[in-house]
């Protein structure tokens, strides 16, 4: 099934994106066995370096145009398993390598062979976010001070009591005019 936006859970997932040079989108999402080996693939890739437990079922794919444009939510059960896959992902360097080895290999076989417009690269890797949490970030030391301003408190006013009086004095710091000046 072809989908070009995820749909974040509510539960915590890692959400990325990257970009996989050299393969024609439209030939892949024309055969839904292609599409199925290729998502195969970059799930399990993804699967591999995420570890702590996560499987490719855990993974899902979003799919859009610009050689292919991949969206991957990995979904985990808590904010901090979140984490630990989020620190995993970001500190990679063979998932990319994994990806393209795992890829080249797919369109080596003759019926994936129309995929490929030259050689596959992974680039544009985005970096992981956490979404689907509401722990609070853990970057903050110390103590923290508030910056929202506090409302003044109501004022209460009676009926009987006159409003304050206006003044007609002119301001000075305006180059004062007198009632002449406003005829001319």
């Not at 989020?86 to 129309?114: G, I, K, P, T, W």
């Not at 544009?124 to 506090?150: A, D, F, N, R």
Request: proline fraction near 10%.
């Amino acid at each position: 099934q072809l989908r070009y936006e995820l749909e974040v859970p509510h539960k915590p997932s890692v959400v990325f994106g990257m970009l996989i040079e050299n393969l024609d989108f439209w030939q892949l999402t024309e055969s839904s066995n292609t599409l199925a080996s290729f998502n195969g693939t970059v799930k399990q890739a993804v699967a591999s370096v995420a570890g702590n437990g996560v499987d490719s079922d855990d993974i899902a794919l979003a799919l859009s145009p610009g050689s292919v444009v991949v969206q991957c939510l990995v979904k985990v059960p808590t904010a901090e398993v979140a984490e630990e896959v989020q620190a995993a992902l970001a500190s990679s360097h063979r998932l990319a390598s994994e990806l393209v080895l795992n890829l080249e290999a797919l369109v080596r076989v003759d019926m994936l062979q129309a995929i490929s417009t030259g050689r596959i690269a992974v680039s544009g890797m985005s970096e992981p976010v956490i979404q689907g949490t509401t722990k609070p970030p853990s970057t903050t030391t110390g103590l923290t001070t508030s910056t929202v301003p506090t409302p003044p408190p109501p004022t209460t006013t009676t009926a009987s009591a006159p409003p304050p009086p206006r003044s007609t004095e002119p301001s000075r710091g305006a180059g004062a005019r007198g009632p002449s000046s406003a005829a001319a």
